[in-house]
């Protein structure tokens, strides 16, 4: 702490209390001294000190928190202390004034922050007719005997005014006031009040959010983030104290009925056992008086209380009330119409008065047309503006389309030629090859567990009449040619078919094959070839290419949206993995070394638990893979199991589990194969008759491997039989039923 913030404590001491103590002692004799003066000879001119001036009270009235504080201990001081009659009209007056100039603020108003305010505003009202109330209490109950202007003009004028000289007149009005206010706006505002406030602060959290996220994308500044959180804050402190401040005037719709009972009661018992008037002349003494007051009263309240309702039914409602509310009701030239059909047909009932029925029916049909007319011209303006805009907005798009044509990337897109068309345009007005890559996608979507990204489907005039290309992120993957209005035969055993036609190769798996004419698809299906149109020729091709490049397809936008779909329970996992242990990006990798192996990953609740334990001591992905292909031994031996129900294994022997043991190098994560290559070549070339001799044989046969070798003997036999599946034995699941049909 700086030490000059406090230059007294330097000094200290004795010293320094002697030193205060002997200033005090002078400053007292120097305001003898000058009293004294004053009284000897200096006359009334000179002031008082300590008592301020008229100018010095006019000073402090004119600042706003001195006033605001004079005010309300002003109502306290009439709570307790009599008022005159004369006095307490002026206090009357300005209640009505205050009320009005409250409800016509709540008008002009253009959003319900404007007039935050109000809930104090209202309390101070409210005390204000209180405290009224009882000094007028205090004037009926002392000089009522003495006539109708016992509590002043103010009450004697409504009294009188209202109840016509007759007091049950004025009771009713009366009530029918208290009811209206009571039952009807105060109610309802109060429960406006109580459902607005609620949903503002449930609304809170998403609307703070909603400005985080704003401010985060740059949409928005600091300072507009600042703005917009405090009149977040703002307007739920505002709501809240509305639900609040609503009791007001539901307590003072109750206090004045009580005041009124109190104040006929005690009248009659006053006039008739101590001032000696007869019941008659009693009851219409006070009854004058005391509804005189209770109306003074509850006209106020009625103000308040609808300005409070119109404040909180405002919540919604932008600009001026007037301007809402016409802009609303004249919105709808159909409504307008509707309803002065309906006036002018009431207007023609025998009995009843024409001429308003037949004036209102009138202007309401003049307002329609007059609604109508400009909405017409509104339109015709916002469709000439939206022409504009949207030509604008094309010269724009055509100006810059070569660079974002030139940065967007296809996923999956065919390209064809010029005669290939009629497979997405038929003459017949079908789309085949559409149909199909919709069934494809759906089929994949449900075998290996996430959906294939939308095929683009395009022509091509550079390419051969019947050629198409199959491109994947915008790199050719596969090329073919077919001919839309002829059959592919093909013999299931590999052989050229006896059919005569246009010899070819088969683009899928490149096996020899003959389109042939429409006419003779009979012919060559009796002779037992596979016949197939070419729309399922190029679905076909497009097949395998994805089943080969699938790795390639599953974006990190993919795995969010998979991590995202997982049950609660499951989500659980990845919130405790994820990213504490391992990276989305990581899973990503997992999933993508399995679907290259065309391993479903639609069981992704067990590959999640797979890699949850391998995380215990390995973070590779590489290792995390084998550990969750071990967990999903049911599914993978599944899938390879032939339809005669067994699972046909190809073993390794034990020389070259030995020879690719021995020819790992490294260590952990640094392990490589470094064989030779006559050795390679040798092992190529031994897999290959062998997997060609069980072809022949029918069989479909799996290559089982030790776990610590099986990734290089995998690295190895895709280059060669990317097809052919490489289990370790881990992943023989033990109700497995295995059939060996050879070893290598």
Known sequence: MDASAVPHLRNGGPAAAAQTLGARERHSRGETATMAGMTAGQGADASIPGFPSFSEIGAMLRRGDLALAFGVLTILVVLILPLPSMVLDLFLAISITLSILILMTALFIQAPLEFSSFPTVLLIATMLRLSLNLASTRLILSHGHEGSAAAGHVIEAFGNFVMGGNFVIGIIVFAILVIVNFVVITKGSGRIAEVAARFHLDSMPGKQMAIDADLSAGLIDEKTAKERRKALEDESGFFGAMDGASKFVRGDAVAGLLVVFINVIGGMIIGIAQQGLSFADAARSYTVLTVGDGLVTQIPALIVSTAAGLLVSKAAVTGAADKALMKQLSGYPQALGMSAGVMLVLGLLPGIPMLPFVALGGGAAALAWTSRKHQRAAAVEAKAAASSEANAAAAQATAEEPISAALKIDDLKIELGYALLPLVNGPDGQDRLTEQIKALRRSLAIEMGFVMPAVRILDNVQLEANTYIIKIKEVDAGSGRIWPNQYMVMDPAGDQVDVPGIHTTEPTFGLPATWVDASLKEEASLKGYTVVDSATVVSTHLTELLKTNMSDLLSYGEVQKLLKDLPKEQGELVKDIVPAQITISGIQRVLQLLLAERISV?????????????????????????????????????????????????????????????????????????MQPSKLSEFMTAVRDRFEHAAREGEAPVLVTSAAIRPFVRSLVERFRAQTPVLSQAEIHPRARLKTVGSI
């Open 602 to 674: 639609r069981d992704l609740s067990t590959i999640l638990e797979g890699i949850a334990d391998a995380l215990a001591f390995s973070r590779n992905p590489a290792t995390l893979v084998e550990h969750v292909r071990a967990r999903l031994a049911r599914q993978i031996c599944a899938q390879n199991t032939s339809v005669n129900g067994y699972l046909p294994l190809v073993a390794l022997s034990a020389k070259w589990e030995q020879a690719f043991a021995e020819s790992i190098i490294g260590q952990g994560e640094e392990r490589s194969l470094a």
